[in-house]
């Protein structure tokens, strides 16, 4: 199994930056892909952000393109994403998902509240 600790997340105004941190409980070169997901105040449904394969490719939402990025450090076992001019719209709660197939998992979340 895969323990997936996120962090980075807190208060910003519009137009500020974060970057959020996904720290794995053992390498992340075996594992398929690493994705960021996040669910907005009020939605039962997780958002797909972006996400990142073994072999380095990266996908995002059309509504984050341009603005954040996904990247990892496999000597770290983390992935980070890079998130800049945030929008009011972002806020949400961003959670890590790894995906070993045929299982995947999640992490806890962590906050990210863009304010006016």
């Known amino acids: 199994q895969v323990q997936l600790v996120e962090s980075g997340g807190g208060l910003v105004q519009a137009g500020e930056s974060l970057r959020l941190s996904c720290a794995a409980s053992k390498t992340i070169f075996s594992i398929n892909a690493m994705v960021w997901y996040r669910q907005a105040p009020g939605k039962q449904r997780r958002e797909l952000v972006a996400g990142i394969t073994s072999g380095g490719s990266t996908n995002y939402a059309d509504s984050v393109k341009g603005r954040f990025t996904i990247s990892r450090d496999n000597a770290k076992n983390t992935v980070y994403l890079q998130m800049n001019s945030l929008k009011p719209e972002d806020t949400a709660v961003y959670y890590c998902?790894?995906?070993?197939?045929?299982?995947?998992?999640w992490g806890q979340g962590t906050q990210v509240t863009v304010s006016s």
């Open positions: 998902n790894a995906v070993e197939a045929p299982y995947a998992y």
